[in-house]
């Protein structure tokens, strides 16, 4: 089961930037937050993941809370190729799986 | 660099025949995931190899569905006999280390009438 809580579905105007909450308020000690998504008939694509720190790449960034309960994923200058599904998973970094919820589906207006 | 590389992209059967899916990971890669979608019930992981070796096949729906992973470059998905509610998008996804992120194929949509 996943282990996370995410809107399912967000607008967000093109160029602003597009803020993604995840809830994970029984995540354990080892446990790393990651981010996927999912544009329309493809593959999950690898965006971004983090233990403790707030952590940046060239497509978002990650901000975990302090308690570590809760996460954003950023999308600094969303655009209309943004528009997906984004899944927020948790998993131990030693554990091979990786189980996917229902994400949020996220429109992007022009 | 070529990603993971499913075939056939679309596949359309009829009830009790027998269907493979086949996936070809990323070089290097040591492990590889299969997933199957459908709009019900979402993105389900089905069985997962490292090094060749199953680890945790717990998903595999029933004895119809058979994976095989024979060496580093190549893994199969077979599902015999097929049911119309096998039908679905599978994805097959590889890793370049023990935990480390997945790399998707861009599935492949099967349909059995």
């Known amino acids: 089961d996943a282990k996370t809580t995410q809107p399912p579905s967000m607008d967000c105007a093109e160029g602003r930037a597009a803020n993604l909450p995840c809830n994970h308020s029984t995540i354990s000690g080892n446990e790393y937050v990651y981010w996927y998504r999912q544009i329309h008939s493809q593959g999950p694509q690898y965006i971004i993941h983090g233990l403790k720190n707030n952590e940046t790449n060239e497509m978002a960034s990650l901000i975990i809370t302090e308690d570590r309960k809760s996460s954003t994923l950023i999308l600094p200058h969303a655009t209309l190729r943004d528009t997906a599904v984004y899944y927020c998973?948790?998993?131990?970094?030693?554990?091979?799986?990786?189980?996917f919820g229902k994400g949020t589906r996220l429109h992007i207006l022009p | 660099d070529a990603g993971v590389i499913q075939s056939p992209r679309h596949e359309v059967t009829e009830m009790g025949q027998e269907v493979t899916l086949r996936c070809k990971p990323i070089s290097g890669h040591n492990s590889l995931f299969w997933y199957r979608q459908t709009m019900m019930r979402g993105l389900e992981l089905l069985i997962y190899f490292n090094n060749n070796v199953p680890i945790d096949d717990s998903g595999m729906p029933e004895d119809r569905f058979s994976a095989k992973m024979p060496n580093a470059s190549f893994s199969t998905l077979k599902i015999q006999p097929s049911e119309p509610r096998d039908s679905a998008v599978y994805f097959c996804?590889?890793?370049?280390?023990?935990?480390?992120?997945?790399?998707f194929g861009e599935g492949s949509r099967l349909t059995v009438l």
């Open positions: 996804a590889s890793s370049p280390r023990l935990a480390g992120e997945l790399f």
């Open positions: 998973i948790v998993r131990m970094n030693r554990d091979d799986k990786i189980i």
